[in-house]
């Protein structure tokens, strides 16, 4: 495994008070310990060897809790928002000069239980600016999102999704830096608006897993989550 992995843990995680008005959401406990812990623990495994973990709210105690990844035995660097919180993408845009030509995107409140490897392999080869994983989602766990068709990525529109789609974005992206170019340096942006026009602009490559995804950004959510680790054995 070759391509770091920025995580998006700046969020102010408001579904989630009152848990997150004191820590950030990748320090709330889920199933006995932080969750964060449990996604650096599994992008080890996965032989990821650096993590960028974009911060924000509250983003000094994750980097006391965390530090530099030795007692994961990964290497985590940080970016930080400041005084602006930047978004989901304006933060991502900050973190370019840690992260290198190609990195994938993970978001703070999400565990993934799929293999990374061909998912690299698949984005490497599209050619493409950015890989977004779907899932066919049906509107169980949240509105689809996402038009797939024929192993093709069609269009992704979280702001206007439509009855046709019936994939959602899973939460697992794959991007080259270029694709951020054209967006302002330390001015908040979302990156689910970057990927509607990269898809609109046919530079958006997907790729369909079948697990399901967990999430801790809801109580409804962590408390699958917590059912989820409470099951999982390692």
């Known amino acids: 495994m070759t391509l770091p992995v920025a995580i998006l843990a700046g969020g102010l995680a408001t579904r989630l008070r009152p848990i ?34 974009c911060v924000g709210f509250l983003g000094e105690l994750v980097q006391d809790a ?3 990844g030795s007692q994961f035995d990964i290497d985590v660097a940080y970016s930080t928002d400041g005084d602006i919180l930047l978004g989901t993408g ?30 690299e392999i698949a984005f490497m080869a599209s050619g493409k600016k950015a890989l977004m994983t779907v899932l ?17 990525l069609v269009e ?7 009855l046709e789609m019936e994939y959602i ?23 689910a608006d970057v990927y509607h026009t990269l898809s609109l602009e046919h530079q958006l490559a997907g790729y369909e897993v079948h697990q399901r ?14 059912m989820f680790f409470s099951r999982r054995v390692g």
């Open 136 to 152: 066919k989602n049906e509107d169980r766990w949240d509105k689809s999102n996402v038009l797939f068709r024929d192993g093709n």
């Open 156 to 162: 992704y529109n979280k702001r206007d999704p439509r």
């Open 20 to 53: 997150t008005e004191k820590i950030p959401k990748a320090l709330v406990d889920v199933a006995g310990e932080p969750f964060v812990f449990r996604q650096l623990r599994y992008l080890r495994d996965q032989g990821i060897r650096r993590v960028v973990l």
């Open 169 to 191: 974005d899973y939460g697992l992206g794959a991007l080259d830096g270029g694709a951020l170019d054209t967006y302002p340096d330390d001015k908040p942006f979302d990156l």
């Open 66 to 68: 965390v530090g530099d």
């Open 90 to 119: 304006g933060a991502l845009k900050r973190a370019l000069p840690l992260l290198g030509e190609h990195f994938f995107v993970l978001y703070g409140d999400s565990f993934l239980p799929v293999d990374f490897a061909p998912i």
């Open 213 to 226: 995804f967990y999430e801790i950004g809801s109580h409804s959510g962590l408390k699958e989550a917590e």
